[in-house]
């Protein structure tokens, strides 16, 4: 199994540690020792975005995601762009993002945020690498933007959090969900039966780490290493067989993002 959405740097910061090569190996190793062989780091700024390409460079297991997160993207310049360009034409980067909407936050007004997410739409789309979409209370102009734009290849909508009219739409557009640890949480049950509509090939689970700890660990940091409480809870709720979710999550990484999950 391989984890397709962390912040290893932000684990890092909130364990008050350094985000050294060390700390990823321990995280890693720790991840390794029960089952999760590879994680997406993904980064939510320019500095983060180089920190991830650096940690994708040095340790086997890890793979990067570049992009400036929708909430961070105020005083973005043509310069930052150029540098986003450079660090995403790495290979060993396998996404643009996260990027997307955010209105939850709204800390750049939305008609802002949309130009940006129409910028990293581009970047993928000429870079030939996979979108990964942070939407929050955003759905009809996250989509919207993408149909307008004309989607990337692959899209994945990172800790999926719609209904299942919204499950629908994505699934018939081509698109990849990609579940989080809130399927496991008690209060979700909107989440589990979205899933239910989602097919086994159009799947992905990730941490999001170190946020949305699964049950029963919420309240403390999450990491990469509690990933396989998010595939019980998925294989629960679509009423699939743990090895079975799993065999289909490692080929849709490989399709998506070319990464061997184990
Ligand atoms: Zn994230």
């Known amino acids: 199994m391989f984890d397709a959405h962390a912040h290893l740097d932000a684990m890092a910061q909130r364990a008050g540690l350094e985000?050294?090569?060390?700390?990823?190996?321990d995280v890693m190793s720790d991840a390794r020792a029960v089952g999760v062989v590879a994680a997406i780091t993904?980064?939510?700024t320019v500095a983060s975005s180089r920190w991830c390409v650096q940690a994708a460079a040095r340790h086997p297991d890890v793979y990067a995601a570049v992009a400036v997160h929708p909430t961070e993207i105020a005083g973005l310049t043509d310069t930052d762009y150029a540098e986003l360009e450079r660090l995403a034409a790495d290979e060993r980067v396998v996404a643009i993002g996260e990027t997307g909407l955010d209105y939850y936050w709204v800390r750049t007004e939305p008609h802002a945020q949309q130009e940006h997410f129409r910028r990293h739409i581009d970047l993928a789309k000429r870079l030939g690498k996979t979108l990964m979409i942070h939407d929050r209370d955003a759905r009809a102009d996250v989509l919207r933007i993408l149909r307008e734009e004309g989607p990337p290849?692959?899209?994945?909508?990172?800790?999926?959090?719609?209904?299942?009219?919204?499950?629908?739409e994505c699934v018939t557009a081509g698109y990849v969900l990609s579940f989080p640890g809130v399927i496991t949480f008690k209060n979700a049950?909107?989440?589990?039966?979205?899933?239910?509509?989602?097919?086994?090939?159009?799947?992905?689970?990730?941490?999001?780490?170190?946020?949305?700890?699964?049950?029963?660990?919420?309240?403390?940091?999450?990491?990469?290493?509690?990933?396989?409480?998010?595939?019980?809870?998925?294989?629960?709720?679509?009423?699939?067989?743990?090895?079975?979710?799993?065999?289909?999550?490692?080929?849709?990484?490989?399709?998506?993002?070319?990464?061997?999950?184990?």
């Open 153 to 168: 290849e692959q899209v994945v909508f990172h800790a999926f959090s719609g209904d299942i009219a919204m499950a629908r």
């Open 189 to 262: 049950p909107a989440l589990r039966e979205a899933a239910t509509a989602v097919p086994l090939d159009q799947l992905l689970v990730e941490t999001d780490a170190p946020f949305l700890t699964p049950h029963p660990h919420r309240g403390t940091p999450n990491a990469p290493r509690l990933l396989p409480l998010t595939v019980s809870g998925l294989a629960a709720a679509i009423e699939q067989e743990v090895a079975e979710l799993c065999a289909a999550v490692r080929a849709t990484g490989k399709r998506v993002f070319g990464i061997d999950g184990g």
């Open 19 to 25: 985000a050294s090569a060390q700390f990823v190996d």
């Open 42 to 44: 993904v980064g939510d």
